[in-house]
């Protein structure tokens, strides 16, 4: 036995009543000592939420801070569209993945270190970069690594709608997720891709969504995502609020043989497509109107709530018994 699982078994009995989620926590401590990433066990807190109440801008006593990020990459125009669009609005911090982590869902990395860069932005501004994931980039901001907390996390403006079924693969909508989490107001915006978009009509819907946020505020585990159709700013046929609609998916197995004759895979296919229904995100972008949708984080499936209760709990005999 190490002198290090000594000592926690020694810890371990010399407090007999500890509770499974203080045990669950030493146990951490002891890992983090043997070179593996503390999960929960020490010390946290960082700054959060920086105010409890919205009202309107021109009562707040200083400038908002926002956290803009996304999951395209640092370098994407998208990102430096909405960074442009809300600094006239407060002060503006950027922190997103170094690399592309489109469709990596809520994905956090425990099991290695992360590295954050400055970078400079095209217009000559600062930014920082992660090597992780778009929920990384907003983890490392609300447990301290700036300094001071958020009003609001801006997410976006991504390469690609995220409808429906969407939400649950997207890095983007997952970083304001994150800051839901994190008792922080945020959204999430992206726009239909074609080959060479105008981010100026999806940088005046951002300023509009922040804004209404600030100043209105949302409940806890609420966030607003939303999608802009790939017209130009005469073209849309204005805001509509919406529901999450349904995605159908095209997705294919491709095959390939690398030069050594070893089988490797990607997933492709066509863009996924779907359902038209009235009242739903899908609908309103393909009618060329922008579709701002509430999400909560709370999953539970109220209809089936009630249904499981119905049901024989009973567990069967122990067949050792």
């Avoid at 989490?181 to 300023?207: K, M, W």
């Avoid at 130009?232 to 095959?255: A, H, I, M, N």
Wanted: proline share 7%; charged share 25%.
């Amino acid at each position: 036995m190490t002198d290090e699982d000594r000592a926690a078994r020694d810890l371990r009995e010399s407090t007999p009543d500890m509770t499974r989620e203080r045990a669950r926590t030493e146990r951490r401590d002891v890992d983090k000592e043997r070179g593996e990433p503390l999960a929960g066990g020490a010390e946290r807190g960082g700054p959060r939420a920086l105010r409890s109440s919205a009202r309107p801008l021109g009562e707040w006593s200083s400038r908002p801070r926002i956290l803009v990020t996304n999951d395209d990459g640092v370098e994407s125009r998208g990102l430096l569209a909405l960074k442009q669009a809300l600094e006239g609005m407060g002060e503006v911090t950027v922190v997103a993945p170094d690399t592309n982590q489109s469709a990596v869902g809520h994905q956090k990395t425990l099991m290695r270190p992360l590295r954050v860069r400055e970078r400079i932005l095209a217009d000559g501004s600062l930014a920082y970069s992660v090597d992780g994931s778009p929920t990384d980039a907003v983890s490392l901001a609300f447990l301290g690594h700036f300094g001071h907390g958020f009003d609001l996390v801006a997410a976006g403006i991504n390469y690609g709608a995220n409808l429906g079924d969407d939400i649950t693969y997207s890095g983007t909508v997952s970083a304001a997720m994150e800051a839901a989490i994190n008792s922080c107001p945020a959204f999430a915006i992206s726009q239909e891709y074609y080959a060479h978009p105008d981010f100026s009509l999806a940088g005046r819907v951002a300023t509009t969504v922040a804004r209404n946020i600030l100043e209105h505020g949302l409940s806890p585990g609420e966030l607003v995502n939303v999608n802009v159709p790939a017209v130009s700013p005469d073209e849309f046929d204005g805001v509509e609020v919406t529901r999450l609609g349904k995605r159908v998916y095209q997705d294919e197995l491709v095959e390939r043989q690398d030069p050594r004759g070893i089988p490797y895979f990607w997933i492709g296919g066509p863009p996924p497509s779907g359902l038209a229904v009235p009242g739903t995100d899908f609908h309103a972008v393909v009618n060329r109107r922008i579709a701002v949708t509430p999400i909560h984080l709370d999953l539970t499936g109220r209809r089936l709530l009630k249904r499981l209760k119905t049901w024989d709990w009973t567990l069967p005999d122990d067949p050792d018994g």
